[in-house]
């Protein structure tokens, strides 16, 4: 394996998991880390910066502030990997901070904790709802009524944002890049 000369150097993860507004834990970050994307995505192209900072929309990270969105943000800020309540007006601030390159493994290593550790979470709350399921049967939680339960949700919500930024992680890692002009930050087929 050989590190892509073209991997970003820094890479914002902004929550964007809309949940119904009565919804007992809240209604996400939604429309509120819509407008954080977009105007992360138009800081990053007015600074003409697209290859070395990737902006990503991902699912819930774990913190559902009351204003602003959460922003998981690598490298770390002054030690800080996530954010809550970022707004607009704080994307020239998360893109000034100094960049150093990342630890790509050390990276990689604690998401792959957090989703296995998420994982396991899961499938004992959809256990608990429906004794005997397996990691197989929640692929397709549809199929067991049981499992329309908020916290289960939640927890579902909260790996699929860890998976989401580790095959971002992965993408990068293999050399993707972002496509020039594309809201997605999916990496290039």
């Known amino acids: 394996?050989?590190?892509?000369?073209?991997h970003p150097?820094?890479?914002l993860f902004v929550c964007t998991n809309r949940?119904?507004?009565a919804d007992p834990l809240g209604e996400g970050c939604g429309e509120r880390g819509e407008v954080v994307y977009a105007a992360l995505k138009r800081a990053v192209a007015e600074r003409g910066e697209v290859r070395e900072t990737w902006v990503s929309r991902t699912h819930c990270l774990g913190v559902c502030p009351r204003r602003g969105a959460t922003v998981?943000?690598?490298p770390a800020l002054d030690g800080v990997a996530v954010l809550s309540e970022v707004d607009a007006s704080d994307a020239d601030a998360l893109l000034r901070a100094p960049q150093a390159a990342p630890d790509w493994s050390a990276i990689e290593e604690t998401l792959a904790k957090q989703e296995k550790?998420?994982?396991e979470r899961v499938l004992e709350?959809?256990?608990?709802?429906?004794?005997?399921?397996?990691?197989?049967d929640i692929r397709n939680p549809h199929d067991f009524p049981a499992l329309e339960d908020t916290d289960w949700h939640y927890a579902d919500g909260v790996l699929t944002g860890i998976q989401s930024a580790a095959n971002s992680l992965r993408a990068m890692r293999r050399g993707g890049a972002s496509k020039p002009g594309t809201d997605d930050g999916e990496p290039e087929p």
């Open 125 to 136: 709350l959809a256990r608990r709802l429906h004794p005997g399921l397996t990691a197989e």
């Open 117 to 119: 550790l998420e994982a």
């Open 9 to 11: 150097r820094l890479h």
């Open 19 to 21: 949940r119904d507004t």
């Open 1 to 6: 394996m050989v590190p892509s000369p073209l």
């Open 72 to 74: 998981a943000r690598s």
